[in-house]
Nanobody, 125 residues
Framework: QVLLVESGGGLVQAGGSLRLSCAAS????????VDWYRQAPGKQRELVAG???????NYANSVKGRFTISRDNAKNTVYLQMSSLKPEDTSVYYC???????????????????WGQGTQVTVSS
């Protein structure tokens, strides 16, 4: 069984910082790539940042210069460091991961598009 869990959300004042974590465990051998998404009430889910297996990163224009995505391969964890937070960053943040897992026969298997349960980020003005 694969577990993908986000953590680190909370309530912060505008201008503050938070660090979100996306940790894969269970039968996960390796996180291949991760995208962070967010969804505010009444709005579509939007891509915030992504990191590839090689460490290449990309960001939405709205967060460039304020958010940094990084990975710790030894911990099978990807982080989203969020700084200079604004009220409009208030959303539920989700990570979506492509994983290399060990299947029931013991072989490694590429499994894309695992989603975590989300973590709430609220930025007060």
């Amino acid at each position: 069984q694969v577990l993908l869990v986000e953590s680190g959300g909370g309530l912060v004042q505008a201008g503050g910082s938070l660090r979100l974590s996306c940790a894969a465990s269970g039968s996960t051998l390796k996180i291949v790539s991760v995208d962070w998404y967010r969804q505010a009430p009444g709005k579509q889910r939007e891509l915030v940042a992504g990191i590839t297996s090689g460490g290449s990163t990309n960001y939405a224009n709205s967060v460039k210069g304020r958010f940094t995505i990084s990975r710790d391969n030894a911990k099978n964890t990807v982080y989203l460091q969020m700084s200079s937070l604004k009220p409009e960053d208030t959303s539920v943040y989700y990570c979506k991961a492509d994983l290399l897992i060990k299947d029931t026969l013991g072989y490694s298997s590429y499994e894309p598009d695992y989603w975590g349960q989300g973590t709430q980020v609220t930025v007060s003005s």
